[in-house]
């Protein structure tokens, strides 16, 4: 069974940093493409940045390019978001997705604010 969990969440300062992981399990995390959404309450969910399942090709959305790094550690099996300088508008929960099967974990909320 497909299981993908987030953590790293927080309360942090405009400029600041936090990094985001999600651990997976339950498939062959090498194999697959994996991605990051987030969400605002009332909002549309808004893919953030993706992974290629060759861990060799990186996309972003326009709002986060330059801040924001994913990466994938294939021996822990643990997807992560580097998030630096941090904006008010970048206040969401996040999600670790994985598109092969459409799973998703329960997030974990990020909040930017001073």
């Known amino acids: 069974q497909v299981r993908l969990v987030e953590s790293g969440g927080g309360l942090v300062q405009p400029g600041g940093s936090l990094k985001l992981s999600c651990a997976a399990s339950?498939?062959?995390?090498?194999?697959?493409?994996m991605n990051w959404y987030r969400q605002v309450a009332g909002k549309e969910r808004e893919l953030v940045a993706s992974?290629?399942?060759?861990?060799?090709?990186?996309t972003y959305a326009d709002s986060v390019k330059g801040r924001f790094t994913i990466s994938k550690d294939i021996a822990t099996n643990t997807l992560f978001l580097q998030m630096n300088n941090l904006k008010p508008e970048d206040t969401a929960v996040y999600y670790c997705h994985n598109p092969t099967f459409d799973s998703w974990g329960p997030g974990t909320q990020v909040t930017v604010s001073s």
């Open positions: 339950g498939f062959t995390f090498r194999h697959y493409p």
């Open positions: 992974i290629s399942s060759s861990n060799d090709i990186m």
